[in-house]
Nanobody, 125 residues
Framework: QVQLVESGGGLVQAGASLRLSCAAS????????MGWFRQAPGKEREFVAAISRFGINTSYGDSVKGRFTISRDHAKNAVYLQMNSLKPEDTAVYYC??????????????????WGQGTQVTVSS
C-alpha cells in the first residue's frame, strides 16, 4: 500500500508563489506516472499536472500552463508542484496521485490508484 502525503499549501495573495510537495512511502513510485489534481468546493476534480515515470515528459491542464511546473526527485521519492502567479481561481484542495497506467491517461482521475489526503491552497484577491 503506497502512501502519499502532500504539504506546502497555505493562504497567499494573488500573484504569489507556492511549492507543493508530495512524499511517497515507497521508492518504487519512481516507476509510475505521478499527477496533481485539485478540487474546489462544488466542482469536479480537475487535472493540474502529471509527470512520466522518469520525468522525461510532463503535461498540464490548460488553466495552469505556463504558471505551474511539476517535477520529481527519485532520490527523495518526492514529486513537487511549483505554482507561480497564483490566481484566486486556483483556490482548491490539491491532491497528489500515483497512476499504474501510461502517461496517455495522466489527465484522467480514474487512472490513478493511490491518492494523498490533499493540501489546501487559498489565494486571496
Amino acid at each position: 500500500q503506497v502512501q502519499l502525503v502532500e504539504s506546502g499549501g497555505g493562504l497567499v495573495q494573488a500573484g504569489a508563489s507556492l511549492r507543493l510537495s508530495c512524499a511517497a512511502s515507497e521508492r518504487t513510485v519512481g516507476s509510475y506516472v505521478m499527477g496533481w489534481f485539485r478540487q474546489a468546493p462544488g466542482k469536479e476534480r480537475e487535472f493540474v499536472a502529471a509527470i512520466s515515470r522518469f520525468g522525461i515528459n510532463t503535461s498540464y491542464g490548460d488553466s495552469v500552463k505556463g504558471r505551474f511546473t511539476i517535477s520529481r526527485d527519485h532520490a527523495k521519492n518526492a514529486v513537487y508542484l511549483q505554482m507561480n502567479s497564483l490566481k484566486p481561481e486556483d483556490t482548491a484542495v490539491y491532491y497528489c496521485a500515483l497512476s499504474g497506467q501510461s502517461a496517455v491517461t495522466a489527465h484522467i482521475p480514474g487512472a490513478y490508484n493511490y491518492w494523498g489526503q490533499g493540501t489546501q491552497v487559498t489565494v486571496s484577491s
